[in-house]
C-alpha cells in the first residue's frame, strides 16, 4: 500500500497515540485561556509592526529623504526576511521545538524593531526590515503550529480564530495611532512608533 508523499505509513501508537487522546480529552482550563491570550497578543504585535511601515511611509520619506526607490526597497526587505524566517524557522521548530522558536522569534523582531527605530542610513534600515521579518514569520509560523498541537482538538478552531482575529483587531489601532501622532511629532516620530512595540513584545 502507498502512503502520501512525505509520510512514513506509521499510524500513532502507544504512549505518543495515548498522549495525544488524553490533550483532545482535556476541558478548556485556565492555563488554556492564559495561554490563547499570550499568543494573540505576541500576533499582534507582530502585525503592528508590518501595517506601521504600511501608514507612516511619507513620514519615513520626509525625514531621511529616500526616494520612492528605496523606500520601496525597505519594505521589501521586511518580506525577504519573511521568506527567510519561514524557511529556517520551520526546520529549527521541528528540531527544537515551537515554543523554543516562539521565544526566540518574538525577541528576534523585536531587536529587528528596536534597530529600525535607531537605524541611521538606508543601508542599516534595510538590514534591520529583514532581521524583523526573520523574526516575525519564525514566531508565527511557530506561534499557529503550536496552537494546533497543544491544544484540544474540541476547541481548536475557537482558539485559532481567537489568535488570528489580532489581525483585526490591531490594523484599526495602527492606523488610528499613526493618524493621531505622526501629524503633532516631530520629524522622527515614526522612529518611536516602531520602538513602541518591541519592548511589549519581549
Not at 93 to 108: C, E, H, K, M, Q
Not at 157 to 177: D, E, N
Request: glycine share 12%; aromatic share 10%.
Amino acid at each position: 500500500m502507498k502512503h502520501p508523499a512525505g509520510s512514513t505509513g506509521e499510524t500513532p501508537t502507544g504512549e505518543s497515540a495515548d498522549l495525544a487522546a488524553r490533550l483532545d480529552r482535556l476541558p478548556v482550563m485556565l492555563p488554556h485561556v492564559v495561554w490563547i491570550s499570550i499568543l494573540t497578543v505576541n500576533l499582534m504585535l507582530e502585525y503592528y509592526d508590518n501595517a506601521l511601515f504600511a501608514y507612516i511611509v511619507p513620514a519615513i520619506q520626509e525625514s531621511t529623504g529616500l526616494g520612492l526607490g528605496r523606500i520601496g526597497m525597505v519594505g521589501t526587505a521586511f518580506f525577504i526576511g519573511m521568506v527567510l524566517g519561514g524557511l529556517v524557522g520551520g526546520r529549527l521548530s521541528d528540531r527544537f521545538g515551537r515554543r523554543w522558536v516562539l521565544v526566540r522569534g518574538t525577541v528576534l523582531y523585536s531587536s529587528g524593531a528596536v534597530l529600525t527605530t535607531f537605524a541611521p542610513n538606508y543601508e542599516l534600515l534595510l538590514v534591520s526590515r529583514v532581521i524583523t521579518g526573520i523574526g516575525v514569520q519564525a514566531a508565527g509560523a511557530a506561534l499557529l503550529v503550536y496552537i494546533a498541537e497543544m491544544f484540544p482538538s474540541a476547541t481548536r478552531g475557537r482558539f485559532m480564530s481567537i489568535v488570528t482575529s489580532a489581525f483585526v483587531i490591531i490594523a484599526p489601532v495602527v492606523a488610528l495611532l499613526a493618524l493621531v501622532v505622526i501629524p503633532d511629532g516631530g520629524p522622527d516620530t515614526w522612529r518611536h512608533l516602531f520602538g513602541v512595540g518591541a519592548p511589549w513584545a519581549c
